[in-house]
């Protein structure tokens, strides 16, 4: 099976598993707290905390110079996020040049590779971003990715990795 069969799969697989746990299509405010001494990433609705979890954060794309950056080299993320990210980014890469598809050099497989090899990458098409949350969910585990807009209009992508409390 090639690596991108895989990540679709697997993607389809959490985005029916998340369904039944939350409703994904609400427009949440997302807040992130510190909670028993462990950051935690809140989804309220009308000011409500709805939902508790605990969270990744990957990285951010600025939609008008289309580059990608990875939180591990965003200034003041901390050093949990910084060494998430680079073992993330090492097994995706152990991972692509392990599958003897990134030999066969096309677009996706060089796209992937590169993507774990940069810590900032131009992203040519929106198409791409898709596949950069589909990406993402293989190598965390996470449950589901959230791209909320930070205060500097770049897009955020948020790894759920696992929800603590519904209410």
Known sequence: MNILKKITENSKKKFNEIKKKIDI???YTIE????????????KENKDEKIIGDF?????FN??????????????VSFRVIEYVEKLKLR??????????????????????QFV?????YIPDEKYLGLIMDFLIFLSDDLYI?????????IQFIGLS???EIK
């Open 25 to 27: 299509t609400k427009n």
């Open 32 to 43: 992130f707290k510190i909670i028993n001494e462990e950051p935690k990433i809140i989804f």
């Open 56 to 60: 990744h954060f990957f990285g951010i």
């Open 63 to 76: 939609e008008t110079t289309k580059i990608w950056k990875w939180s591990n080299i965003i200034t003041n």
């Open 92 to 113: 995706g890469e152990i991972l692509l040049t392990k599958n003897l598809e990134i030999k066969k050099s096309n677009e996706i497989n060089m796209f992937f590779y």
């Open 117 to 121: 090899t940069n810590d900032t990458m």
């Open 146 to 154: 959230f791209q909320p807009i930070n205060s500097s209009g770049n």
């Open 162 to 164: 696992k929800i603590n």
